[in-house]
């Protein structure tokens, strides 16, 4: 039940045949003037099954992901992805967007604390590229959510997941392609955690005039637009980028690898 009600809440980003990425955004209880947790992405799937069993309304959507295929990098898709997860929140007439953001440059030093990432940053007067996309939309950077996501497995899992043994690795801890942290090991318990730090970012909407009719199974075409997870495919909106970004790619499927999830 809880995926057939999130599925209403993904899209696809087409162009023709070709998938370029996802978004999934969940239903949440947190008022877009709240304090948001530090437990981010996690707590933001416990609210959204608190707004499922009615024990309290939505009032904002929250992004749990945005993936897009590595060939669309400088296409500016990131952007126009927010601006339709902002679209999405206003036609269901609530108070805005949060975001657990996955700052992109956090990568090339896992290990760094994320309040220091951030901090460096604002000492060059710089900003990070995928929280820059967000403030310039708009968005407003609300703190860090410090134990935003946590994942603790087998080394077998691991190893499955990353290609890396970590039977192999020296030390306490490793690190994974793409990793915003290191993995901490338990070795006497053959265990890997991974505890993730977001960075909390509010869309906030002015109310909509019109309250437009939840968009399930509907296909969005932006052909004739000029603003510039996974769900049962039934109740995923596909948004079709075909006259907006040029002739279509020419590889015909793509693997997984071939995506960033920021």
């Given at each position: 039940?809880?995926?057939?009600?999130?599925?209403?809440?993904?899209h696809?980003?087409?162009?023709?045949?070709?998938?370029?990425?996802?978004?999934?955004?969940?239903?949440?209880?947190?008022?877009?003037?709240?304090?948001?947790?530090?437990?981010?992405w996690d707590?933001?799937?416990e609210?959204?099954?608190e707004?499922?069993?009615?024990?309290a309304?939505?009032?904002?959507?929250?992004a749990?992901?945005?993936?897009?295929?590595?060939?669309?990098?400088?296409?500016?898709?990131?952007?126009?992805?927010?601006?339709?997860?902002?679209?999405d929140a206003?036609?269901?007439?609530?108070?805005?967007v949060?975001?657990?953001?996955?700052?992109?440059?956090?990568?090339?030093?896992?290990?760094?604390?994320?309040?220091?990432?951030?901090?460096?940053?604002?000492a060059e007067?710089?900003?990070?590229?995928?929280?820059?996309v967000?403030?310039?939309?708009g968005?407003?950077?609300?703190?860090?959510a410090?134990?935003?996501?946590?994942?603790?497995?087998t080394?077998e899992?691991?190893?499955?997941?990353?290609?890396?043994?970590?039977?192999?690795?020296?030390?306490?801890?490793?690190?994974?392609?793409?990793g915003?942290?290191?993995?901490?090991?338990?070795?006497g318990?053959?265990?890997?955690?991974?505890?993730?730090?977001?960075?909390?970012?509010?869309?906030?909407?002015?109310?909509?005039?019109?309250?437009?009719?939840e968009?399930v199974?509907a296909?969005?075409?932006?052909?004739?637009?000029?603003?510039a997870?996974?769900?049962d495919?039934t109740?995923?909106?596909e948004?079709d980028?075909?006259?907006?970004?040029?002739?279509?790619?020419t590889?015909?499927?793509?693997?997984?690898?071939?995506?960033?999830?920021?």
């Amino acid at each position: 039940r809880v995926g057939l009600h999130v599925a209403s809440y993904a899209h696809l980003l087409m162009e023709g045949d070709e998938v370029l990425g996802r978004t999934v955004t969940v239903p949440v209880t947190w008022s877009v003037e709240d304090d948001l947790p530090a437990r981010g992405w996690d707590a933001a799937i416990e609210s959204a099954v608190e707004v499922l069993l009615s024990i309290a309304p939505a009032r904002c959507t929250c992004a749990l992901e945005v993936t897009l295929h590595r060939h669309t990098k400088g296409r500016g898709l990131g952007g126009e992805v927010l601006k339709l997860l902002r679209e999405d929140a206003a036609a269901r007439s609530l108070e805005g967007v949060v975001v657990p953001v996955r700052p992109t440059g956090k990568s090339s030093d896992p290990r760094q604390p994320m309040e220091d990432y951030l901090a460096g940053l604002r000492a060059e007067g710089r900003t990070d590229p995928w929280l820059g996309v967000h403030e310039s939309l708009g968005g407003e950077v609300a703190g860090v959510a410090e134990l935003s996501m946590t994942i603790s497995a087998t080394f077998e899992s691991w190893k499955s997941w990353t290609g890396t043994d970590p039977d192999e690795v020296d030390g306490a801890e490793m690190t994974v392609d793409g990793g915003r942290a290191p993995v901490l090991l338990d070795r006497g318990n053959r265990t890997g955690t991974y505890v993730e730090a977001n960075v909390w970012c509010k869309h906030r909407l002015s109310p909509p005039a019109v309250s437009v009719p939840e968009p399930v199974g509907a296909e969005i075409d932006l052909r004739d637009q000029t603003d510039a997870g996974t769900g049962d495919s039934t109740a995923t909106a596909e948004i079709d980028l075909r006259d907006r970004t040029g002739g279509a790619p020419t590889e015909a499927e793509a693997d997984l690898r071939d995506f960033d999830s920021v």
